[in-house]
């Protein structure tokens, strides 16, 4: 046992002493490597429309600093492209890639067009790369460069508008979406992302090759998975870049409000008398709740309005109540026979209000069905159709949008003649 005990202690002796001349080594080594090592490069002109791309600059770092590099011109006009940036020691060089172009100090205010990165007129350069340690050790490094420019016009976003600047998203068919133009003078590549009040960014238009123009982009409060946004203000970001590397950028908000996803939902509903004679009438009760978040437009005709088998909503009061352009939310009631079909189905539709139209929030034209709210609505058909068998049913129809709960509460109604 006193053996076993004697190798252990020698095997454990053995690992430490290693470790040990491990760690000397490393360290021995890179106290041997100077803080920055030598700059290399492959050129010293870059001519960016010429086939050379970036102007490719390496170093290698002895021990952990702060790197800044800067490019500065016969004037002494220098240009931050790295400023006081962390980096550990490492045998790996660092690379950095340069294009000719150097950032431009934003403006007071980003939501004027202004250009953020600028490619450096035809002239000589220095390119300076400075290290210093948290002990206070520097060391700089230079290298000459020359670059050929061409003169060619910066790119621009003119003329641009956003409108309108608050939208409500929620399927009313009343600004549920803003309209982004702008001109472009020369060909750009175009990137637009939105920032969201919590700081998120997300791409709306992402690297799409735009020729000079009159441009136009829509965009509904959604995300680029569809998924609709909450109310806030939002940041979107315009950037415009050409082949050289320029770029012009411009911000501005969008605020959403009410923002949300219309719902409802039939909750009882019943067609009466299931046997009737020809001329009777059929009565329709039905109770809707709003199930969604957002309020529900609606119009008429108003809870109570009869109709005859031979008539549709869009000839009440001489098309009063025709189909609007989406958003407007009705109940309808039709039959399996109506050969209408289309846009002529649900030809007896209904207000999703109880209150009469005096009293609706815009009186006569259009009531609101809040969040959580349920109503009762009743419909009066009279029956001169000359069927003997007719299959009624009830929807919900948002128009210009779709039928939803389609094909709901089925009854049989028998007349006779």
């Known amino acids: ?22 760690l000397l080594l490393f360290l021995g080594a890179c106290a041997g490597r100077p803080l920055l090592g030598e700059i290399q490069v492959p050129f010293t002109t870059l001519r960016p429309l010429e086939g050379e791309g970036a102007f490719v600059l390496s170093y290698q770092l002895g021990q952990d600093a702060k790197v800044s590099i800067t490019v500065e011109d016969e004037k002494g006009q220098s ?10 020691a490492s045998a790996d060089p660092y690379i ?8 431009v100090p934003p403006p007071l205010s980003p939501k004027v067009p202004h250009v953020v990165r600028q490619l450096l ?15 206070g050790q520097e060391a700089t490094k230079r290298v000459p ?25 929620n399927a009313d068919a009343l600004a549920d979406v803003a309209e982004i133009t702008y001109r472009l003078p020369t060909t750009a590549t175009v990137d637009i992302t939105f920032t969201t009040p919590k700081g998120q960014t997300f791409p709306f238009i992402t690297r799409a090759q735009e020729q000079p123009a009159e441009w136009q982009h829509i965009w509904n409060g959604k995300r680029p998975d569809g998924e609709l946004l909450p109310s806030g203000v939002y940041t979107y970001t315009i950037n415009a870049a050409d082949q050289l590397g320029n770029l012009v950028q411009q911000q501005g908000n969008i605020t959403l409000v009410d923002s949300g996803q219309p719902e409802a939902t039939i909750t009882y509903a019943n067609i009466a008398p299931q046997h009737l004679m020809l001329g009777e009438m059929l009565t329709l009760t039905l109770r809707v709740k709003n199930t969604g978040t957002i309020p529900l437009r609606t119009y008429g005709p108003p809870s109570g309005f009869t109709y ?18 989406g958003g407007f939310w009705r109940v309808g009631l039709d039959w399996d026979a109506n050969s209408g079909g289309g846009p002529k189905r649900y ?12 009293q ?37 129809i948002q128009d210009g949008v779709g039928f939803f709960q389609d094909r709901h509460g089925r009854t049989i109604v028998y007349v006779g003649f």
């Not at 240009?79 to 962390?86: A, G, K, P, Q, S």
């Open 1 to 22: 046992m006193g053996l076993l005990i004697q190798r252990r202690s020698f095997f454990y002796s053995l690992i430490r002493s290693s470790l040990c001349w491990g």
């Open 79 to 88: 240009y931050d492209l790295r400023r006081e940036e962390l980096r550990a």
């Open 96 to 103: 950095l890639q340069f294009d000719g172009t150097v950032p």
């Open 121 to 135: 007129p035809t002239g000589s350069y220095t390119l300076t790369v400075h290290a210093q340690t948290a002990k």
């Open 145 to 169: 460069l020359h670059l050929v420019a061409p003169k060619l016009p910066l790119p621009a976003l003119e003329n641009l508008t956003v409108s309108p600047t608050t939208i409500s998203p």
């Open 308 to 325: 005859t088998t031979d008539a549709v909503f869009s000839s009440v009061e001489g098309g009063k109540f025709t189909s609007q352009a």
């Open 347 to 358: 030809p007896f539709r209904w207000a999703l209000s109880q209150r009469p139209p005096d």
């Open 360 to 396: 609706w929030q815009l009186p006569g034209q259009e009531d609101w069905l809040l969040p959580g709210e349920e109503v009762t609505i009743f419909g009066h058909v009279r029956v001169l159709q000359r069927e003997t068998k007719m299959d009624f049913y009830v929807g919900l």
